[in-house]
């Protein structure tokens, strides 16, 4: 079998993902706050609002404090000549390699909280897919965007 990749991603991946995780945990707990005052005001059962407590304070563990740090340590790659090898997943772990013969075009991505701790995505699609490497380091994600780019030409003289 395959050695994993050696690549991994910036550490600030952690932090950008936990900030992104909080904006949708809190959206839950907002409604889970709305579902109580529903509760009260319109006597339904208990039961819906202790249910909507436990999700959202389950959701909460998982999203922000849990799934982050594992997400992080299982993210690889390595950027071989002929190809990209890509690891990913919590509970399913995907090895994926993409040739570089495939490859269309390579793009980085960059939002407000990647921004805020000069992260940037690379993405590298293909006709049939697109593959993502996130929370990369500026300098790394545009170095690495330039060197798929270089590996993925071919000559008019090489077809």
Not at 54 to 70: C, M, Q, R
Not at 108 to 118: D, V
Not at 129 to 136: G, Q, R, S, V, Y
């Amino acid at each position: 079998m395959r050695k994993p990749p050696v690549n991994t991603i910036a550490t600030d991946a952690i932090k950008a993902w936990k900030i992104t995780a909080w904006i949708y945990v809190g959206i839950l707990w907002l409604v889970t706050v709305g579902l109580a005052v529903l509760t009260y005001f319109f006597e339904f059962s208990n039961w819906f609002t202790v249910v909507a407590l436990v999700i959202s304070g389950l959701s909460t563990y998982l999203f922000v404090f849990l799934f982050p740090k594992l997400r992080w340590k299982r993210w690889r790659y390595e950027v071989f000549d002929q190809e990209i090898y890509i690891q990913h997943g919590i509970l399913i772990v995907s090895r994926t390699l993409v040739p570089m013969i495939r490859v269309q075009h390579v793009d980085t991505q960059q939002g407000p909280i990647l921004k805020k701790y000069q992260l940037a995505s690379v993405t590298i699609s293909t006709a049939a897919t697109t593959h993502e490497i996130p929370a990369l380091l500026d300098e790394d994600a545009s170095e690495l965007r330039d060197r798929i780019s270089a590996l993925a030409r071919v000559d008019e003289d090489d077809v």
